[in-house]
């Protein structure tokens, strides 16, 4: 195994006007594969800059193996970077490119040779050796920028949208190929990506950032189904949200009011973050459109609402569904394709049930 | 020459399915039409005419070109020009390089008036520059007078007049010609390369020389073959700076035509000028000739 652990503390990156990253602070295993997730603008690519050394952060510590590097330059970091655009050498062939990170380090000739004989056959790209990048594909690039990256050895592999210029197909086979490589070597990879699906699908954890801070870390199916705010709620697959308002009985137990009639228990508090709401505050209710459903389960309370439309997705159907609640939000439902329920005409009153364990309750922003 | 300016831009051009193919055969010749047929009228065939008149007088002779290699001193002044040019061309590298990889390297705002400079070098007219280098070097001159008054000289230092004020007054008038072709090479190439390059272990030196400095070469190639052919037929300058010792193929071919009257000799020396651009560029071009991969700078 070449990975090592990784570890930052309070990391912050403070441009004149602009804070990217504020107070970022986490450890990895070695070993691990760590997924960046966050929209544009998030601090992303920023947090990764600073551990490759290119940005020094204003404040906080970078370390790897329990070593201090956050003053180390660039060089002196042995970091495999991996761009997004692969940034292969264009005056080099392949086997220049994969090369040169163990020319820089004064390899002998004849270990160079075995070395890159070897990393090109884990890419699968042997007999490319005399190519230049651009006699390559977008995926032979992105292999020979992961070989390039990964020929040293490097305790820590950072990733910074590799597979952001490949069509669709290809970006699935690359990222079964990077998954392989990377438990094959045992390295401690961080990964930045804006592509959900990408980071749930390769990620031992994911770090949801937004605003430069860190917002939630989890495996990724603790932060689909515990997502603990609206925005990673929303930002991790789809979430609705219905309007409601905290009431306590007079065991103090809280009970969600969505509308006039209609109240749901709410869930246990240490998941749902229902704990400490205060009587009346406004919240939101989320709840994933695949725990919806028409048919009661039982001790479920019905929640009314009219069918708005219905689309056929293949594997699934949606139907989106106007509620009869507070703002009369209009939720997603989705179904297997092969449910019986419906079909629904435009406008039909539907009842819709969920688990009581489906919800999720958010403090409502103070107005 | 059209040749020499086409070669930085090599990458755009050398990729399928660019801009240029939107364009029908008919269209893309009406487009360079123009230029062709001015190249054609204005340049090719007074070239030919050049050569026929160092040719035939009026009957095929090779009395201006046996003139040439017999006399010494002829010789003594093709030798004198290319080892001018070869000189400004060294000094105008050696000084623009550290130009442009900073103008290249600098916040927008500082880049924006670095660029200024050497464009306004650029505007100001050749023959402002080379009085302004006669003002600073003659016997009484600026220069002369300062190290006088420190007394660090007793007598006034000839400074002008000679080989060396002619090529410290052409590298000035020509250093622009080398700047800019090297900083729009060097503005091009991405900084995720020197990052790549840096993050693999290279020091910031081993990045310049590996990286840097290889994928600047179209450009260092436009601007050296640039300033060797304007320095090689540069006229105003040697005429005013340089001295009797300093006589070149330009001022060399003034002479004959418009004192002597001597056109067939005149025609020879330009016809061997033109030849020998000619050779140079294409030896700089092989000296520079760059991997296939190089075509693809993306």
Redesign the interface.
């Known amino acids: 195994m070449i990975g090592k652990t990784l570890s930052l503390q309070s990391l912050s990156k403070r441009f004149e006007r602009t804070v990217a990253v504020e107070g970022v602070s986490f450890d990895i295993a070695a070993g691990e594969f760590v997924s960046v997730l966050g929209p544009s603008g998030s601090g992303k690519t920023t947090l990764l800059t600073m551990i ?3 940005e020094a952060p204003s404040s906080g510590r970078i370390s790897i193996g329990g070593q201090d590097i956050t003053g180390a ?3 002196r ?5 991996v ?3 692969y ?1 292969l ?5 392949v086997h220049q490119n994969v090369a ?2 163990l020319r ?2 004064r390899v002998d000739r004849l270990a160079i040779r075995d070395r890159v004989r070897m990393i090109l056959e884990l890419v699968q790209l042997v007999g490319f050796d005399h190519r ?4 390559l594909s977008g995926g032979q690039q992105q292999r020979v920028a992961v070989a ?2 990964l020929v ?1 050895e490097p305790p820590v592999l950072l990733m910074d949208e590799p597979l952001g210029a490949l069509d669709k197909n290809l970006r699935e086979a690359m990222q079964l190929e990077i998954k392989r490589i990377q438990s094959k070597l045992g390295a401690t990879v961080i990964y930045v990506t804006h592509d959900q699906d990408e980071a749930m699908t390769l990620s031992d954890r994911v770090a949801i950032m937004s605003g430069g801070t860190l917002v939630q870390l989890g495996a990724p199916a603790d932060i689909y189904q515990r997502p603990c705010s609206p925005f990673v709620a929303q930002f991790v697959g789809k979430m609705n949200f219905i309007n409601g308002e905290c009431q306590r009985d007079e065991a103090g137990t809280c009970h969600i009011r969505i509308s006039d009639r209609i109240t749901i228990p709410a869930p246990s508090p240490s998941l749902s973050g229902a704990g400490h709401l205060q009587r009346g505050r406004a919240v939101k209710l989320a709840v994933r459109p695949e725990s919806l459903s028409f048919a009661p389960p039982d001790s479920a309370t019905a929640i009314p609402g009219h069918i708005d439309a219905e689309i056929f997705v293949g594997a699934f159907r949606v139907y989106l569904v106007r509620l009869a609640t507070i703002g009369q939000p209009i939720v997603q439902v989705q179904l297997p394709a092969s449910t019986s329920a419906g079909p629904f005409r435009r406008g039909e009153r539907v009842d819709l049930f969920a688990f009581k364990e489906a919800f999720h309750v958010f403090a409502a922003p103070e107005a | 020459m059209a040749d020499v300016a086409s070669r930085p831009s090599d990458h755009s051009l050398g990729r399928p399915g660019g801009p240029a193919s939107r364009y029908s055969r008919a269209l893309s010749f009406s487009l360079i039409g123009p230029l062709l047929l001015l190249l054609l009228v204005g340049f090719l065939y007074p070239i030919a005419a050049l050569i026929k008149l160092s040719l035939f007088t009026p009957a095929l002779d090779f009395t201006a070109y046996r003139k040439i290699i017999e006399q010494p001193i002829y010789l003594s002044v093709m030798a004198r020009t290319f080892r001018i040019a070869l000189s400004v061309t060294i000094a105008s590298f050696v000084l623009g390089y550290p130009v442009a990889l900073a103008m290249a390297s600098l916040k927008r705002r500082l880049a924006a008036v670095a660029t200024a400079a050497v464009f306004i070098a650029l505007w100001s007219p050749v023959l402002v520059r080379s009085y302004a280098w006669i003002v600073l070097l003659q016997r009484n001159g600026v220069v002369n007078n300062v190290l006088q008054q420190l007394g660090l000289i007793e007598a006034p230092l000839k400074l002008i007049y000679n080989e060396g004020a002619v090529i410290l007054a052409m590298t000035h008038v020509l250093l622009p010609f080398m700047i800019l072709p090297i900083f729009a090479a060097l503005r091009s190439i991405p900084q995720e390369y020197v990052c790549a390059a840096r993050s693999l272990g290279a020091g910031a030196t081993m990045a310049f020389l590996r990286i840097t400095l290889p994928l600047s070469l179209p450009g260092i190639f436009a601007g050296c073959v640039m300033c060797f052919i304007l320095a090689l037929g540069f006229y105003i300058t040697p005429a005013l700076v340089g001295g009797p010792g300093t006589l070149i193929v330009a001022t060399l071919i003034g002479q004959q035509a418009t004192v002597l009257l001597d056109w067939p000799f005149a025609a020879a020396l330009s016809t061997i000028l033109v030849i020998a651009t000619l050779t140079m560029v294409l030896v700089f071009r092989k000296a520079f000739s760059m991997s296939k991969g190089f075509a693809s700078v993306d």
């Open positions: 490759a050394g290119f330059a660039p060089n970091r042995n970091i495999g970077m761009f997004q655009k940034a050498f264009p005056h080099m062939t040169f990170p820089m380090r230049y990048p651009n006699q390039r990256a040293c």
